[in-house]
């Protein structure tokens, strides 16, 4: 009975800690830089791939089956109405990242990026990778991430309105960015856990195969598997020591929102993890190892502010 009560007040502190995190009032530039990253990131992933968008636009109908949002249409858009979809995608995606009308262009940027990453699906194989973005997005688009470092900002204090305080508008979104962030890797780790190996999944000997099984692939279509996973794959201690890590930072993941330093901490190993990946299985989660995915967890006001103390200091010696 005593360790029932400890449990529920634990939980009930834990529940008003992240209360009080979720409604924080932090200023707009911890928003602003945010939507800064979100939206250079996408607009680094979509402009080199517009043609490749096109290719598949063009891609026999048989093949169209349509997932998300795209569920609507019973048969693919015509071609030149899907690439101009995709350009309005890219004029909105610029128009957010530097803050212009984003009031409007936020949620069309969002919706359109939603649609956009749906359509492609609906050809292929669904790349699940870019969902965490997508909803990244979302978030961004319809909240004022615009009120700071931005066209807006430049405009308002031009026209001599005031400058916006720390508020818990600015605090709430990110703080739901990084839910997603840090649901998404749960997920992970609940799926492993749920599947036929259960915790033996942390044992390594799942993602041992699993390397070699994508290394094999890769050997029979011409490409090439990743060297280190090569030279690696005789021995089984290495696979555990990589495979257990990483099932725990998965699990333990929503953590990350107690705190910010275990937030620095969680952040910081799962980003070196997906840099294990890519070296062991050659496999590039972009969002991930670009660093843009965990945009929502920097306190981009303090770097700000610390950056500018700097500049200050030096401008002083000189």
Known sequence: MRAARTFARCLADL?????????????PERLAGSRIV???????????????????????PVLFAPVGPVRVLRRPLPAPVAD?????????????TLGLWHRVTGPVHACLLLWTVSYRNSWSMIFHSDNTAVLHT???????????????????????????????????????????????????????????????WGTGDALRSQVAADGLRKEVLGSSAAPLGKALYPYRAP?????????ALELAAPAALLHPRIA????????????????????????????????????????AGTARRLAGRRSRRR
């Open 15 to 27: 529940s008003a800690r992240a209360g009080r995190r979720l409604f924080e009032a932090v200023p």
């Open 38 to 60: 979100l939206g250079a990131y996408t607009l680094a992933y979509l402009v080199p791939r517009r043609r490749m968008f096109a290719r598949v636009h063009r891609t026999d």
């Open 84 to 96: 101009a979809l995709v350009v309005a995608e890219l004029a909105a995606g610029t128009a957010f």
């Open 138 to 200: 979302l978030v961004a688009g319809f909240s004022p991430a615009a009120d700071a470092w931005s066209v807006d900002a430049l405009v308002r204090v031009r026209r001599g309105r005031p400058v916006p305080i720390p508020d818990w508008r600015y605090g709430y979104p990110a703080h739901v960015a990084s839910a997603v962030t840090t649901v998404a890797y749960w997920l992970a780790g609940m799926a492993k856990i749920q599947g036929p190996l259960g915790w033996r």
């Open 239 to 247: 696979w555990t020591l990589a495979a257990a890590p990483s099932l």
């Open 264 to 303: 620095q901490v969680w952040v910081a190993s799962v980003f070196g993890m997906h840099w294990g990946i890519k070296a062991l299985m050659d496999i590039t989660f972009r969002y991930q190892l670009s660093g843009a995915a965990y945009a929502s967890f920097v306190p981009w006001d303090r770097l």
